[in-house]
């Protein structure tokens, strides 16, 4: 079985603080693919970023990065300079072709980001 | 439309009778998915449609739930008698192929209310 696992349920930051919101999963698959989604108060989920598992590369884009460490099992993501439009739910998310390529989501973190 | 349209955007029905809820997919994508998103249980994966073949039902709660798709595009979510624990956020998305190696797009999502 999969499992994602999002320890913070609630981040509050002032403006222009970094913030990281961790994601720890489990998965016995080989092959797999980690993503972001964020969720703000309209309710959609807005696709963030996909990851597969042979690729540890860092990534940068704007003021968002992501560390992904196989090695402890981790997809954290970093918004620096954080901004008030950036409060939302964050999702971090797993699948793979063996799981039937369904997501399996972590609970969620709610980044309230205050002026 | 350019993204994964939902509808209706709220429901409120009475508890016992039955309830539709549609998506459109976006335009060329195979695969369709609905999850559902409720307080305590988070993001759940209920049912996933691939091209023409049968669909991945093993999220479905209940004989309750029941989903189709038709020609390959639009697809409907059949609740029946429902229940107030059928009260939830019940989102659809699409993608342009199965896989993990491509990132799902999702609709604004159905809060369905029972009451």
């Known amino acids: 079985a999969q499992k994602v696992t999002q320890a913070q349920t609630e981040i509050s930051v002032v403006e222009k603080e970094d913030v990281t919101l961790d994601c720890v999963y489990e998965t016995r698959d080989t092959t797999y693919y980690l993503f972001w989604y964020k969720q703000p108060p309209s309710g959609e989920l807005v696709f963030l970023i996909r990851?597969?598992?042979?690729?540890?590369q860092n990534e940068i884009s704007g003021r968002y990065s992501w560390n992904f460490q196989k090695s402890t099992s981790s997809f954290n993501f970093t918004i620096t300079a954080s901004q008030v439009v950036d409060s939302a739910v964050y999702f971090c998310?797993?699948?793979?072709?063996?799981?039937?390529?369904?997501?399996?989501f972590g609970g969620g973190t709610r980044l309230m980001v205050k002026p | 439309g350019a993204g994964v349209s939902q509808s209706p955007s709220n429901k409120v029905t009475e508890k016992g009778k039955d309830v539709e809820l549609r998506c459109d997919p976006i335009s060329g994508h195979t695969a369709l998915y609905w999850y559902r998103q409720s307080l305590g249980q988070g993001l759940e994966f209920l049912i996933y449609?691939?091209?023409?073949?049968?669909?991945?039902k093993s999220g479905l709660p209940s004989d309750r739930f029941s989903a189709e798709r038709t020609g390959g595009s639009v697809s409907t979510l059949t609740i029946q008698r429902t229940q107030q624990e059928d009260s939830a956020v019940y989102l659809c998305?699409?993608?342009?192929?199965?896989?993990?190696?491509?990132?799902?797009?999702f609709g604004q999502g159905t809060r369905l209310t029972v009451v």
């Open positions: 998305a699409s993608s342009l192929r199965r896989g993990g190696n491509t990132e799902a797009f």
């Open positions: 998310a797993l699948t793979s072709n063996n799981a039937g390529n369904m997501l399996t």
């Open positions: 449609f691939q091209g023409n073949s049968a669909p991945d």
């Open positions: 990851r597969n598992s042979f690729d540890e």
